[in-house]
């Protein structure tokens, strides 16, 4: 599995070199960049999962290949094995991802463990997404590769944030998860199930979502919805939080309003969804998968509620949501509560 990660890198890379100068710039012929932050702060608190940080780079429409001078005859049977590749009528992405998520428990103040809280953790990662996508439907297989533990420096980062923001300065990092290299495999469907226009530029759209994932990190499986409303709507796929499969920014044809002409590149909407899954494993609750160190009973099953508002202004989109989550242990206080903040923009 590892070396075939390697080789779709080296492949993609390849690909990447397209050279679009010789026809017209499509709106599939974009690139998209995105970034992500999500903080507890905006909801005035300080504990659980209480940062992420995300940049995610997603390419431009790579179907025809074939027709690229620059990718050589012999790797043709490698880029045909990669995921989605040879679909008729798809669309075909891939997305490089950069993050670090954090977690603290509820007391920051305390230097011991506190057995009936979450583990301190971080958790750094690098991602490469595999997306094929129609008007209707987009599949996104992606890797996860990372760390958990010290190496992750989340509690460098969340120090000197705090430091910067004269706040209580965290103290229970000495009992953080143990470093441990992290290999997960994701795959998720998303289904635009329901899509009309009412007139004078406004229309809706309900996209439900359905994946599973596996690897060291989180086992399990999830489902969800996003309704969406407004006037000149994106017709991508939504905006998602913060997770692998979350890539869902870029443009996909003429139709999307952010290819207007230059005084129409101008829309807002609303927005409210939901993500519920089943936990086998989380590291990040359970603990290190080898090695002994501090874990909670988590919950099997667990949710995410959002709703937010969306604007997008040339080809910028940026969007904002409040999100609620269940509880993910037994003895968690309460439930966790977050903004978002996500920006892309496609060039």
């Known amino acids: 599995m590892i070396k075939g990660f390697f080789i779709s890198v080296f492949v993609t890379s390849l690909v990447f070199t397209y050279d679009l100068s010789f026809a017209e710039k499509r709106p599939q012929d974009y690139r998209t960049l995105t970034f992500y932050l999500e903080n507890d702060v905006f909801t005035g608190t300080d504990r659980e999962y209480t940062n992420g940080i995300k940049f995610t780079w997603i390419s431009q429409d790579l179907t025809e290949y074939s027709k690229n001078p620059r990718i050589p005859k012999w790797s043709y049977p490698i880029i045909k094995k990669l995921p989605f590749v040879n679909e008729p009528g798809f669309q075909r992405n891939i997305s490089l991802s950069l993050g670090q998520n ?6 920051l103040e305390r230097t011991d463990l506190i057995p009936d809280q979450r583990p301190y953790a971080g958790i750094s ?65 998303k289904r635009r199930v329901l899509q009309s226009e009412i007139g004078h530029g406004f229309s809706y759209d309900l996209i439900s979502h359905l994946g599973c994932s596996l690897g060291n990190a989180f086992i399990g499986a999830n489902f969800g919805g996003q309704f969406r409303f407004g006037w000149n709507l994106p017709n991508d796929f939504g905006t998602f939080l913060i997770r692998p499969g979350s890539d869902t920014n870029a443009p996909m044809d003429e139709k999307d309003p952010r290819f207007l002409t230059a005084f129409q590149r101008l829309g807002i909407h609303i927005f409210a969804g939901f993500d519920a899954r089943a936990v086998i494993r989380n590291i990040l609750l359970d603990g290190n998968t080898f090695r002994d160190s501090h874990s909670v009973h988590k919950r099997f099953f667990a949710s995410d509620f959002m709703v937010g508002v969306g604007v997008f202004i040339h080809r910028f989109k940026i969007s904002y949501a409040y999100v609620c989550q269940t509880k993910e242990y037994d003895t968690q206080g309460d439930r966790q509560e977050y903004g978002a903040i996500t920006v892309s923009f496609s060039y």
């Open 102 to 107: 954090m977690y603290a428990p509820e007391d």
């Open 125 to 189: 990662y690098l991602a490469l997404g595999f997306h094929s996508k129609d008007s209707r439907r987009m599949d996104t297989l992606e890797i996860d590769l990372g760390i958990v533990g010290p190496h992750s420096y989340a509690e460098e980062i969340q120090k000197t944030w705090h430091e910067w923001i004269d706040t209580r300065r965290p103290r229970g990092w000495d009992h953080q998860l143990k470093d441990e290299p992290i290999l997960n495999l994701f795959y998720e469907r």
